[in-house]
């Protein structure tokens, strides 16, 4: 069945990076869209990058651009996200995601368009 496995969060310092995995099964990676998503208690779900099935297309949210790089190996039928730089406010639960998507070039931004979700990691940043 499909399966999004998280890992790579933990507890760390502000200033400090970690990177997030997500391992993909189940389905043909190479052909789904991969976002990843963040949710801070008390607030809503918030995008935070995505990356085309390609690899082509990549889309960041302002509040971690230049510190957060995305990218995939769909070979391995893998994602990841490098976190520099952290601060206390990019604490928070980390999902994956992934979407099919025909057009290899477009990288979707959306939550709700999303269909597969992994359970997600925690990613706690001390100041």
């Known amino acids: 069945q499909v399966q999004l496995v998280e890992s790579g969060g933990g507890l760390v310092q502000a200033g400090g990076s970690l990177r997030l995995s997500c391992a993909a099964s189940?389905?043909?990676?190479?052909?789904?869209?991969v976002g990843w998503f963040r949710q801070a208690p008390g607030k809503e779900r918030e995008f935070v990058a995505s990356?085309?099935?390609?690899?082509?297309?990549?889309r960041y949210a302002d509040s971690v651009k230049g510190r957060f790089t995305i990218s995939r190996d769909n070979a391995k039928g893998t994602g990841t996200l490098q976190m520099d730089s952290l601060k206390p406010e990019d604490t928070a639960v980390y999902y994956c995601?992934?979407?099919?998507?025909?057009?290899?070039?477009?990288?979707?931004?959306?939550?709700?368009?999303?269909?597969?979700w992994g359970q997600g990691t925690q990613v706690t940043v001390s100041s």
């Open positions: 990356i085309s099935s390609s690899g082509a297309t990549t």
């Open positions: 189940g389905f043909t990676f190479s052909s789904y869209s």
């Open positions: 995601a992934a979407q099919y998507i025909r057009l290899t070039v477009v990288a979707l931004t959306a939550a709700d368009k999303y269909e597969y």
